[in-house]
């Protein structure tokens, strides 16, 4: 399902399914990644439900293994606790996704909690690259990952989240959101991330927080040292994929999408900045009385042996094709790897 | 250290250190970055002294400056009870924890500023410096200057909130421009809110240290995208 359409409704609305009142999903997954040369095997696999995991795949050969990861109970509900252990072992190259975008439910009064905690040995890489996460009006989730990178290991990671179902009008007013990053090298901490947004405060309006901006999104980098010249060319992807009128496919409404403004145009062009955040930061117009929308904005800068990217807009399609670009360049750079996104995006 | 057994004469002889550490005579080049609010003015996304009031009362309340406060009100501690290992750990959670590359080189210049003025000043500090490892944070230094001069810990946190409040607004003064009068009634309004930050920051347990700053974290990611600048962050 695209992110930015209507999520079909459970019912009744505001009171979303809560098939385990008394019983919270306790959900365990663990993933370790072996290599034998060639090939990068999953060479351990347990998934507690709610979590579910496919069959690993090898669509661009048997270096990185591709693995989906599931969640089958539909969303996440208050009092829920998921925690996942990812291993890569020495020289494993793994590419992690899910099948669609995550839910996180108006909370009952608890808070669920999902942690995940990553190890990559020596040579190995991991590519965490979850769909994004809508998270209701009302819900309240902590989140932690953890990461630990033994020498000349890498992770690359991302996070993007839709605050409420603005297809529908929903505006986070209450609930919490919670997600703690920490990532180590050995003894030491290179990135650490604690971020909140807190559903109706001033945080959310403030020209300092989200500037009413309902998406957020972040892709790190860590583990190489990254030139000053990536850095630039990933803002400069920004201005290529922001410029490209969006996929209305993808579920970004079509309405504002200039005809003059071709795909094919470059981003050079006078203009077509402004075409791109017209069209892009148009908010549901059955709901949203026309007023003037803060023009989504983005940052990149350098981590300790790292890079992070932050964008803060209206539409997580767009969000995903800038940080998608930025994905395979890093890829190309870091690891001399093609792109290779995953059929379920 | 000089500091007299009287109580009040003590407390007395602290404020002075405190005044001295503050100040934005200390010469360690704060008055030469901006944290975002250049790129801001530059856009002309911040044009008023009460857009640039809210920003700072954004920043005091849920950015990385009330992280700061939190961490000296840590390392005073740890500096007190000569617990090396801890101001080490509390170092590296600073320099872990700066959201753009200009935020943390900053930071490291201040600090690293900080260490060498202190050790001219303060022989006996090299040891404790040492501890911090290979980059020192402004805050870190400012900490551990305070603990040695037995400024109390609130003290600290507010001369720290205070000294880079003036910056900041001293920052908008110029960038946007302001009078120097409203630069200084600005000032005194956001009193109340640097209070409470003193006081929330101090009670916050380890698990409950969020910030929320995307449009100050990416306004200071551009700011190394302008075309000109008079700050270095």
Redesign the interface.
């Known amino acids: 399902m695209s992110p930015d359409s209507p999520i079909p409704s459970p019912v009744p609305l505001d009171a979303p399914p809560q098939p385990h009142e008394s019983k919270a999903w306790h959900g365990q997954l663990q993933l370790d990644f072996t290599h034998r040369h060639p090939k990068t095997h999953l060479s351990h696999s347990f998934a507690q439900s709610p979590f579910k995991v496919q069959r690993p795949f090898y669509p661009e050969g048997d270096g990185v293994c591709h693995v989906v990861m599931l969640h089958t109970a539909g969303g996440i509900v208050g009092g829920d606790r998921l925690s996942s252990q990812i291993q890569v072992q020495p020289d494993a190259q793994a590419l992690l996704t899910t099948a669609a975008a995550a839910k996180v439910y108006r909370s009952n009064g608890q808070t669920a909690t999902q942690s995940v905690q990553v190890q990559v040995q020596p040579g190995g890489c991991l590519e965490w690259l979850p769909q994004e996460t809508i998270v209701f009006n009302g819900a309240q989730i902590q989140q932690r990952l953890r990461v630990d990178l033994a020498d000349q290991a890498l992770w690359m990671g991302w996070e993007m989240v839709r605050l409420g179902r603005t297809a529908r009008g929903e505006q986070f007013s209450t609930g919490c959101w ?1 997600s ?1 990053t ?1 990532v180590w090298r050995g003894d ?5 991330d ?5 559903g109706g405060s ?2 959310m309006t ?6 009413g ?1 309902p998406v ?1 999104a972040s892709f790190a980098v860590v583990g190489r040292e990254i030139s000053p010249e990536l850095v630039q060319a990933a ?1 400069s992807l920004w201005r290529l994929t922001g410029a490209e009128p969006s996929c209305s496919s993808q579920g970004d409404r079509p309405v504002f999408q200039p005809a003059s403004q071709p795909a094919s145009q470059p981003a050079s062009q006078p203009g077509s900045q402004t075409a791109f955040q017209i069209g892009e930061s148009a908010p549901d117009l059955t709901t949203e009385p026309a007023r003037t929308l803060t023009p989504a ?8 042996s790292g890079m992070l990217c ?1 964008y ?1 807009g209206h539409s997580t399609a767009e969000a995903r094709r800038w940080l998608v670009a930025v994905w395979g360049l890093m890829r190309q750079n870091l690891v001399g790897r093609s792109p290779c996104p995953p059929r379920v995006w | 250290m000089p500091i007299p057994a009287d109580s009040s004469a003590s407390s007395s002889a602290s404020l002075a250190y405190l005044l001295q550490l503050a100040s934005p005579a200390l010469p360690v080049g704060g008055y030469t970055y901006s944290e975002g609010l250049e790129t ?1 003015v530059q856009q002309g ?2 044009t008023t002294v009460a ?1 640039l009031e ?2 700072l ?3 005091l ?3 990385a400056v009330r ?1 700061e406060a939190v961490a000296i009100a840590r390392l005073h501690a740890a500096v007190t009870a000569d617990q090396p290992g801890a101001i080490a750990q509390w170092n ?2 600073l ?3 700066r ?4 935020v ?1 080189l900053q930071s490291w210049q201040m600090g690293r500023s900080l260490v060498r003025l202190m050790q001219e000043l303060e022989p006996d500090l090299t040891p404790v410096f040492q501890r911090c490892g290979d980059r020192t944070n402004f805050a870190t230094a400012f900490a551990i200057a305070a603990a040695h001069w037995q400024i109390p810990v609130q003290s600290a946190m507010l001369g720290y909130l205070h000294s880079w409040l003036t910056t900041a607004i001293n920052a908008g003064v110029k960038l946007i421009p302001l009078g120097q009068t409203a630069g200084q009634r600005l000032l005194m309004q956001l009193y109340p809110t640097l209070h409470e930050t003193v006081e929330t920051a101090q009670a916050l347990p380890d698990e409950a ?14 700011h190394e ?1 302008l075309y000109t600048r008079l700050f270095r962050s």
């Open positions: 919670r703690h920490e030491r901490l290179l990135w650490l604690p971020q909140q947004l807190q001033a945080m403030s020209a300092h927080g989200l500037a901006c957020v803002r904005t983005v940052g990149v800068t350098r981590l300790m932050r803060r | 801001l996304l911040l857009e809210d920003w009362t954004q920043e309340q849920t950015g992280l590296q959670w320099s872990a924890l959201d753009t590359e200009e943390r240290l969020y910030a929320c700053n995307w449009g100050w974290a990416i306004a200071s990611m551009n995208t």
